[in-house]
């Protein structure tokens, strides 16, 4: 017997996960893709089964029930936009946020029945759902701090100022995917400026927090 088989005897239940992993990584794979644009009440459990071409006890296996998929899904493609959000740190800070910006709207536009949930709260008052928007909302808020003040543990002025901007961020983008009558590149840009704004009243109110040059500029 070789190193590689004695290796696979003695670790029958390290194959038996690894294959678990890729196989419910796979299912979520194909779930992002049902639910791109499809709401949580529009699918049965045998319509996801059959247009996945699984088992549909298969699914119960790895997530015990639709929700549990459905919350599994989103957690995976949220966690995509939180990732990319927070990446590009070696950009100057106005194009760090810009990106940030557009990586949001990116995630609404090719994702919007789980955006819809994510910024809606879910079915009633989902806990989980609201967990999920509450983590988005912390990172997208801490992003654009460390990228407007160099840091992201901010005061609670500059914190809620910003946090105001993305709550009118969400319902604007919620508008726009449903009305897409302006190009994405034309939202961020609005979305951009009505920041700049934002960060200016949050420097009159406490100097303490400048608004970064770029944002004054009237040509900008």
């Known amino acids: 017997m070789n190193i590689s088989q004695q290796r696979d005897v003695a670790h029958p239940r390290a194959r038996g996960t690894e294959r678990s992993v890729a196989r419910r990584a796979e299912l979520i794979t194909i779930g992002r893709k049902l639910f791109a644009d499809t709401s949580y009440d529009a699918l049965s459990m045998d319509d996801i089964a059959r247009q996945a071409q699984v088992a549909k006890g298969l699914i119960y296996y790895y997530f015990h029930s639709k929700r549990g998929y459905y919350l599994a899904i989103i957690q995976d493609s949220v966690a995509d936009l939180v990732t990319y959000a927070a990446s590009g740190l070696e950009l100057e800070p106005v194009d760090r946020v810009h990106r940030t910006i557009d990586s949001y709207l990116r995630y609404a536009e090719h994702n919007q029945a789980a955006y819809r949930t994510i910024v809606g709260g879910g079915v009633g008052f989902d806990i989980e759902v609201h ?75 406490d100097p303490a927090y400048p608004a970064p040059e770029p944002a004054r500029r009237d040509d900008d």
């Open 131 to 205: 967990a999920i928007r509450d983590s988005v909302r912390e990172v997208i808020v801490a992003t654009i701090a460390e990228g407007a003040y160099g840091r992201s543990d901010i005061a609670p002025l500059p914190r809620m100022g910003l946090l105001a901007w993305l709550s009118s961020v969400e319902g604007a983008a919620l508008d726009w995917i449903g009305r897409p009558q302006l190009s994405r590149e034309t939202m961020c840009e609005l979305l951009v400026k009505t920041l700049g704004g934002v960060m200016r009243a949050i420097e009159e109110m």
